[in-house]
């Protein structure tokens, strides 16, 4: 649908929830999924029209929302809501997410301390979202599963091989690749499920305002272990976090959640690596889908880097695991011949 059309849907809903008002409505860029936000201007105040045609991510977005702010969590509010026009009206939290706010520093000052205060924040809230916000959640509006089960690991996996490894041209063993995907997924299974996991806490999701976080794009969530999430914030390949600061926030967030939640420190790190691999190859397979298939260029630019970034995690996680077919594809990718190109171009 085209702006403008949806710029009428919204207009139009807007006067049918809060009466008839002079207003501006401006399109904001868009990311990487399908749903359109609108800043709606108007004399002292704004609002965020948002549009999804996915109705299940809708109702899971308006309902974690408002358990979230009854459980004291820093989100938008949920002004109005029209299900049938595909809908909603958020709070306005601005312009600067994590992501823009560090890179409005001098890259020599991304990671000093103000950075690190800041980081330690995010992380506090984390925790408080994956043991105060699973409590009382209503998991039926997950979607599209309740947990980070078995199914969804291997959806990301063969999303990693299908949208990545094969657009890159990279070789493998497809039934030895397959067999490394059952291990990992059991091997993970191991952790339980006792968290709300927010699936893609990066630093496009963070919102910054007078140095404090709040949090967005959270309807992908569902029940899970809590090393997804620190490792999809710590190891965002669009990030060049130095691993000193990587291990310092690591350390500071399991002594926190160990001490909240009374889980063993020792577990927690030793699967933390296999949920860090998980992470970062889901995350490839969207480079890989946006940026080659879709050919949208702000999501090739983050491949090089995430390959690094992997292939540093499999050095720790052969410590714990054995997933040959894997690790060896894995270090196969530098090898291919469009990785190569990507790099090239990322020196110039």
Same mark, same amino acid.
């Given at each position: 649908?085209?702006?403008?059309?949806?710029?009428?849907?919204?207009?139009?809903?807007?006067?049918?929830?809060?009466?008839? !008002?002079?207003?501006?409505?401006?399109?904001?860029?868009?990311?990487?999924?399908?749903?359109?936000?609108?800043?709606?201007?108007?004399?002292? !105040? !704004? &609002?965020?029209?948002?549009?999804?045609?996915?109705?299940?991510?809708?109702?899971?977005?308006?309902?974690?929302?408002?358990?979230?702010?009854?459980?004291?969590?820093? &989100?938008?509010?949920?002004?109005?809501?029209?299900?049938?026009?595909?809908?909603?009206?958020?709070?306005?939290?601005?312009?600067?997410?994590?992501?823009?706010?560090?890179?409005?520093?001098?890259?020599?000052?991304?990671?000093?301390?103000?950075?690190?205060?800041?980081?330690?924040?995010?992380?506090?809230?984390?925790?408080?979202?994956?043991?105060?916000?699973?409590?009382?959640?209503?998991?039926?509006?997950?979607?599209?599963?309740?947990?980070?089960?078995?199914?969804?690991?291997?959806?990301?996996?063969?999303?990693?091989?299908?949208?990545?490894?094969?657009?890159?041209?990279?070789?493998?063993?497809?039934?030895?690749?397959?067999?490394?995907?059952?291990?990992?997924?059991?091997?993970?299974?191991?952790?339980?499920?006792?968290?709300?996991?927010?699936?893609?806490?990066?630093?496009?999701?963070?919102? &910054?305002?007078?140095?404090?976080?709040?949090?967005?794009?959270?309807?992908?969530?569902?029940?899970?272990?809590?090393?997804?999430? &620190?490792?999809?914030?710590?190891?965002?390949?669009?990030?060049?976090?130095?691993?000193?600061?990587?291990?310092?926030?690591?350390?500071?967030?399991?002594?926190?959640?160990?001490?909240?939640?009374?889980?063993?420190?020792?577990?927690?790190?030793?699967?933390?690596?296999?949920?860090?691999?998980?992470?970062?190859?889901?995350?490839?397979?969207?480079?890989?889908?946006?940026?080659?298939?879709?050919?949208?260029?702000?999501?090739?630019?983050?491949?090089?880097?995430?390959?690094?970034?992997?292939?540093?995690?499999?050095?720790?996680?052969?410590?714990?695991?054995?997933?040959?077919?894997?690790?060896?594809?894995?270090?196969?990718?530098?090898?291919?011949?469009?990785?190569?190109?990507?790099?090239?171009?990322?020196?110039?």
């Amino acid at each position: 649908m085209e702006d403008i059309e949806i710029i009428k849907i919204i207009s139009e809903g807007y006067d049918k929830l809060f009466g008839s !008002s002079e207003k501006e409505i401006v399109a904001l860029p868009r990311s990487g999924s399908d749903r359109r936000y609108f800043r709606i201007n108007m004399p002292g !105040s !704004s &609002v965020i029209g948002t549009y999804n045609a996915n109705h299940e991510e809708n109702e899971a977005f308006i309902g974690f929302s408002r358990h979230f702010r009854f459980r004291m969590l820093p &989100v938008p509010e949920i002004y109005g809501y029209l299900p049938n026009e595909f809908v909603y009206y958020q709070q306005d939290l601005g312009d600067d997410n994590l992501y823009t706010w560090l890179h409005k520093k001098p890259p020599e000052s991304f990671f000093d301390e103000e950075t690190m205060i800041l980081y330690r924040k995010i992380l506090d809230k984390l925790i408080l979202f994956q043991i105060r916000g699973i409590d009382g959640l209503n998991l039926d509006l997950c979607y599209p599963h309740k947990s980070f089960d078995r199914q969804s690991m291997m959806w990301d996996m063969n999303y990693f091989k299908y949208m990545f490894l094969k657009l890159l041209a990279v070789p493998f063993n497809e039934r030895r690749l397959e067999n490394d995907f059952e291990t990992l997924a059991d091997y993970l299974l191991e952790t339980g499920q006792d968290y709300f996991l927010y699936r893609d806490f990066q630093t496009a999701n963070v919102m &910054v305002i007078d140095r404090e976080p709040w949090f967005i794009d959270y309807q992908g969530g569902r029940k899970g272990a809590p090393q997804y999430d &620190v490792a999809s914030l710590l190891y965002d390949a669009k990030i060049p976090m130095p691993e000193q600061n990587r291990e310092e926030l690591l350390e500071y967030y399991i002594e926190k959640f160990c001490s909240d939640s009374e889980e063993e420190k020792h577990k927690f790190r030793g699967h933390y690596s296999g949920f860090s691999m998980i992470r970062l190859m889901q995350a490839l397979g969207a480079f890989g889908f946006r940026g080659l298939y879709e050919q949208k260029p702000t999501f090739t630019d983050s491949i090089v880097p995430g390959v690094k970034i992997l292939s540093q995690i499999i050095r720790r996680a052969e410590e714990h695991i054995r997933l040959p077919e894997l690790f060896t594809t894995i270090r196969t990718i530098p090898e291919s011949g469009l990785f190569k190109k990507l790099s090239e171009v990322r020196k110039k």
